[in-house]
């Protein structure tokens, strides 16, 4: 390590701060909260997200949700860390599942992008 380096962390980066976290380190951290939990697999989580976020749009859970669908395809978006403790464990297994089925590559990129849009009409 140079001596410049040292004593250096995220928050000597202009526009990024160790409260925030790229899409990325927010998923990577999801994946830690749950890491000594046990959670029921969803049957389809896509489709459950999008359903709750079109039923109560306005919510700030679905907000979230929305926003995390939108990072998830889209591969854009940043998160507060203290985002990661708003989900209760239910929606914190719906959000795995779908980390899991994204990962997994199983639903064509169509589904991915129609659930997107069609949360995004919810939401306006």
Request: glycine share 6%.
């Amino acid at each position: 390590m140079r001596d410049n380096d040292r004593g250096r962390n995220s928050t000597d980066h202009p526009g990024h701060s160790s409260e925030q976290l790229s899409n990325s380190e927010f998923f990577d951290a999801l994946r830690q909260v749950v890491g000594f939990r046990t959670y029921s697999a969803v049957e389809d989580p896509l489709a459950l997200i999008v359903g709750r976020i079109a039923k109560q749009p306005a919510v700030y859970e679905s907000r979230l949700l929305l926003r995390i669908l939108v990072a998830m395809v889209h591969a854009r978006g940043e998160f507060r860390r203290a985002e990661l403790a708003a989900l209760d464990a239910p929606t914190l297994a719906v959000v795995i599942g779908l980390m899991d089925l994204r990962s997994a590559g199983t639903r064509p990129d169509r589904d991915w992008t129609e659930a997107v849009a069609a949360a995004e009409a919810a939401s306006i």
